[in-house]
């Protein structure tokens, strides 16, 4: 390997490395959780909920978009979710950069196609308006659980040890 490699191998490997800041950070959310009077919440729990919401959103946005970002990230979750003791906790985070990514995604193609799926479509006699507008209705439900689950795989990296003791605790 050259150089480049390293570097690239590296950058890889800090990013599956929580930092103190991020630690401190994930602390003071629980913090202010426990202030607002709520029970600090079981993240592996959270986690495997918020995941399987989020995939069935994204089965719904599939009925007139193609969002195979989402799909794959939500199979890839769902996998380390039920084979804890495979994963690591740096691939959660590679689940926040999958969810970024698809979040990036999402809003280009608003930018590019939410224009058409608003209008009316008087050459199909308006057979398809319900469902693309249902669709568009997802797709921005899609990108608000986005922000969402961004949060939700972070916290499941730095985490981590709460799902490998949730998920051992089962038969």
């Given at each position: 390997?050259?150089?480049r490699?390293?570097?690239?191998?590296?950058?890889?490997?800090?990013?599956?490395?929580?930092?103190?800041?991020?630690?401190?950070?994930?602390?003071?959310v629980?913090?202010?959780?426990t202030?607002?009077?709520?029970?600090?919440?079981?993240?592996?729990r959270?986690?495997?909920?918020?995941?399987?919401?989020?995939?069935?959103?994204?089965?719904?946005?599939?009925?007139?978009?193609?969002?195979f970002?989402?799909?794959?990230?939500?199979?890839?979750?769902?996998?380390?979710?039920?084979?804890?003791?495979?994963?690591?906790?740096?691939?959660?985070r590679?689940?926040?950069?999958?969810?970024?990514?698809?979040?990036?995604?999402?809003?280009?193609?608003m930018?590019?196609?939410?224009?058409?799926?608003?209008?009316?479509?008087?050459?199909t006699?308006?057979?398809?308006?319900?469902?693309?507008?249902?669709?568009?209705?997802?797709?921005?439900?899609?990108?608000?659980?986005?922000?969402?689950?961004?949060f939700?795989?972070?916290m499941?990296?730095?985490?981590f040890?709460?799902?490998i003791?949730?998920?051992?605790?089962?038969?």
């Open positions: 390997m050259n150089a490699d390293d570097d690239l191998m590296d950058a890889f490997t800090k990013f599956g490395e929580p930092s103190e800041k991020e630690l401190q950070m994930s602390k003071d629980e913090n202010y959780i202030k607002k009077g709520f029970k600090v919440p079981r993240w592996s959270i986690t495997f909920i918020m995941t399987f919401i989020f995939l069935i959103i994204t089965l719904l946005i599939h009925f007139y978009k193609a969002d970002v989402n799909l794959t990230v939500c199979t890839v979750a769902i996998y380390l979710l039920s084979n804890a003791k495979d994963a690591q906790p740096k691939h959660f590679y689940l926040v950069a999958g969810t970024i990514l698809s979040f990036v995604y999402d809003v280009l193609w930018i590019l196609r939410g224009s058409e799926l608003s209008g009316d479509d008087e050459e006699g308006n057979v398809e308006e319900s469902i693309r507008k249902f669709s568009l209705f997802m797709v921005w439900t899609g990108i608000v659980c986005k922000v969402i689950m961004t939700v795989y972070w499941a990296s730095l985490r040890e709460d799902i003791d949730e998920r051992s605790a089962l038969p």
